[in-house]
């Protein structure tokens, strides 16, 4: 026996360098029982030397890495860190790691044959189950909630690019083991969870998994309805109309065990629905007759609710363009604004809509192989960018050509395809039901979530819309705030339990209870550093003063100054888009296009200039969004601005505030483009512009970031005046030149108290 081990351990020689690369010999993959015993011991190589600067993303993969090392009390501990250190609160997020929990717990008992070892692991399941409130218990039974063949899919995926080579990268053994702790621990467990909760759905629910409501013209979706068994008068209904299939079980149970019946209705196309999947498209005129379905029901009361985020948040407000009687409010989270924040951003696709298309529309379900191949679609975004293909050809150089990439594409104002899909002016007039919305500071889809309530304060004169925004992200603006952002831990008084909050709501709305406690007023928002929430009736209360600088250059020294010069100057910039030296892709890690949240460099790209204010002399609270009145001229039809805000601190810590993107012949209508005249002296209005709310230090400067977008997130604007998704390098023959005027201006708002 020893001696097998022994010559396990020879063929298994490690040697870490430079170059960060584990040695790791092909004959380690010869077989199962060998993977077996090597895989433990390439984990235990790697605890000492993986490193990743996101500590959300260090702990949850070094979990993992412990789990696959056998060490499994330290991994417990790890999961505890975890949840208090990034998520906040350790009670609440209890369940996280659930499946790891129950393996080790019962490994580490020894069970004899494979009957013990179901019954110690029924006993240790319970035993942890049951210590859960009724959220907690949802979250574990969701973790079973999963396709077993696209993890061993995945698991073998990785395998098998691993498998080629005698070494691998620190990154890529992490991968590997985060891949074969999930199978390997499914493989051992899913069959005996899924008998457990199989009973325990049997004793509290009545489900209803295969729903199919057909649609006036003759197209189906499909839904899901969980209510408790032990309720027998119809219910209030609250429901998710989702696009991302696949786990809407343990969604409708964790409604129901809120107290109303749950349900999911998946849009056109995605689970049982045979019609194609065509994402955002017939969402609006679908709502309607899903919700008079429901409300004719005997489990319903008559009154539906509606909730989620992102994809679910722009549902909502589809649903809105024919309010159904039934529906009594809707709670639209980070809701992604169609042709306004995505599939672009104020004119500009992006290369993640890609991505994002694969996601949802490879299959009736969701296809997490291919979206969590972040190695994959690097590669990708960075060969198109490298190569200057026009960004039309990105599905090509993907290798699956997508007709709904190209339709996209084909719509690249805000023109009556994105307007169909969402109530348009004084349709918004009609919402006659209460909202409540959450966002972020730091969330991708707050300019969506914002186009509406702008448009709605516009032209609805109800005045019953409820607001809450804080430091979160796009996740952490839907459920629970993460306590760490990009190094950034948000204030105590800012993580607040916002899915409690919702569901707090809808008690309000659908049952007369009490009004959630943060909502004093309309708008509430969290200012960063002070620790405290205000709440106050609109948004334009969010300052009450307006700072406004203006550019400067003193040989080549860019500031920002209170008082435009009295003669009004120019100054040059150059940028070569034949260029590609810099490659700046967003990992999965960036907070809303920033790396992190605070750093003590600056590194802007190079098409960028940065622009410095005097230190302040007080503290100083921004509050709300900038608006930029830029006064340029260039050799191009066209340009697409970049503006980013940043608090430099008195150390000389970097605070990133706010990232702004604008196609400048988009910036006056977004419904139509209106192209620059060459060597004109151009004003370009940037205000469609991210929302903070943060107290900077007495001794802090204002900096600036400002210049031409140019990376491969995005598509590249030559300023040819020709399409831009067609346009390639080859249009960037003469370098774009921009003559930048000193009476362009920056406006902050700044809320005095």
């Known amino acids: 026996m020893k001696k097998s081990i022994i010559a396990l351990l020879v063929c298994f020689c490690f040697q870490i360098g430079t170059s960060q690369k584990i040695y790791f010999d092909k004959s380690n993959y010869k077989d ?85 070892f179901e019954n110690i692991y029924t006993f240790e399941f319970y035993k942890l189950y049951n210590s859960l409130d009724n959220d907690g218990k949802t979250w574990a039974e969701g973790y079973y909630e999963i396709k077993f063949d696209e993890i061993k899919n995945n698991y073998e995926s990785k395998l098998k690019v691993a498998q080629e080579n005698d070494s691998i990268s620190i990154e890529d053994a992490a991968v590997l083991c985060r891949q074969y702790s999930r199978y390997f621990i499914y493989s051992k467990t899913l069959s005996i969870a899924s008998k457990i909760i199989a009973q325990i759905e049997a004793d509290t629910y009545i489900i209803d998994k295969d729903i199919i409501i057909t649609l006036p013209n003759g197209s189906t979706v499909s ?57 955002y498209e017939h969402d609006g005129d679908d709502a309607y007759h899903i919700l008079d379905w429901i409300s004719k029901q005997s489990w319903c009361n008559g009154k539906i609710g509606l909730y989620g985020g992102s994809y679910l948040g722009f549902a909502q407000w589809s649903a809105m363009k024919k309010v159904h009687p039934a529906l009594k409010t809707i709670v639209p989270q980070v809701s992604v604004g169609a042709g306004i924040d995505f599939p672009m951003q104020n004119g500009i696709f992006m290369s993640y809509s ?14 997490f192989n291919d979206f969590q191949n972040s190695k994959k679609w690097d590669e990708v975004f960075a060969q198109y960018y490298k190569t200057g293909s026009s960004f039309r050809t990105l599905d090509q150089i993907e290798g699956n050509p997508s007709p709904l990439f190209q339709r996209w594409l084909d719509h690249p104002a805000y023109d009556k395809y994105w307007q169909d899909m969402t109530p348009q002016k004084e349709a918004f007039a009609n919402i006659n039901i209460p909202i409540l919305s959450t966002t972020g500071y730091y969330d991708d889809d707050q300019l969506g979530a914002m186009y509406y309530y702008n448009q709605y304060q516009k032209y609805n004169k109800t005045d019953n819309y409820y607001l809450i925004i804080g430091p979160y992200d796009h996740g952490g603006s839907q459920r629970s705030p993460k306590k760490e952002l990009g190094g950034y831990t948000i204030d105590e008084a800012a993580i607040i339990p916002i899915n409690a909050i919702v569901f707090q709501w809808f008690d309000y709305i659908l049952k007369d209870a009490k009004r959630p406690e943060i909502l004093k007023d309309k708008v509430n928002f969290e200012i960063m550093g002070k620790n405290k929430w205000k709440s106050v009736a609109s948004l334009d209360k969010m300052h009450n003063q307006d700072l406004t600088f203006y550019l400067a250059n003193n040989d080549k020294k860019y500031s920002l100054q209170k008082t435009a010069s009295k003669k009004v100057t120019s100054f040059d910039q150059i940028v070569d888009f034949t260029d590609r030296s810099e490659i700046n892709i967003y990992t999965d890690d960036y907070v809303n296009g920033f790396p992190r949240v605070i750093d003590s460099v600056l590194k802007p790209e190079k098409q960028l200039l940065v622009f410095e204010s005097d230190p302040i002399t007080e503290p100083l609270i921004i509050s709300g969004s900038l608006k930029a009145s830029l006064k340029i001229s260039t050799n191009k039809k066209d340009i697409d601005m970049e503006v980013q805000l940043y608090e430099k601190t008195a150390n000389g810590k970097y605070f990133a505030l706010t990232n702004n993107i604008q196609r400048a012949s988009l910036a006056k209508d977004r419904t139509k483009r209106q192209l620059l005249t060459p060597n004109k002296i151009e004003t370009i209005n940037i205000n469609q512009t991210f929302i903070i709310s943060k107290e900077l230090q007495k001794g802090s400067s204002i900096v600036i970031v400002m210049g031409a977008n140019k990376n491969p997130n995005w598509e590249v604007n030559y300023g040819s005046g020709k399409d831009v998704s067609s346009e390639t390098i080859a249009d960037a023959k003469e370098p774009l030149k921009i003559k930048w005027y000193t009476n362009s201006s920056i406006t902050l708002p700044i809320l005095k108290q």
């Open 223 to 279: 839904g899901t309805m969980v209510k408790k068994k032990n309720v027998s008068e119809p219910q209030p209904v609250v429901m998710r109309y989702n696009i991302y299939a696949g786990n809407e079980l343990s969604q409708c149970k964790e409604i129901a065990n809120m107290g109303y019946v749950g349900f999911v209705a998946n849009t056109r196309g995605k689970r049982l629905s045979n019609d194609q999947i065509e994402p």
């Open 32 to 116: 199962s029982l060998t993977l077996s015993k090597s895989l433990p011991l390439l984990a235990k190589k790697l605890l000492p030397v993986y490193k990743n600067d996101n500590k959300g993303t260090f702990l949850d993969s070094y979990a993992r890495i412990q789990f696959v090392a056998g060490e499994y009390k330290a991994m417990q501990q790890n999961f505890v860190t975890y949840s208090q250190e990034i998520l906040g609160d350790s009670i609440v997020n209890r369940p996280m790691g659930f499946i790891y929990k129950t393996y080790a717990r019962t490994i580490t008992k020894e069970p004899k044959s494979k009957t013990d």
């Open 354 to 367: 890609l991505r994002w298309i694969h996601f949802v529309a490879n299959n009736k379900l969701t296809d």
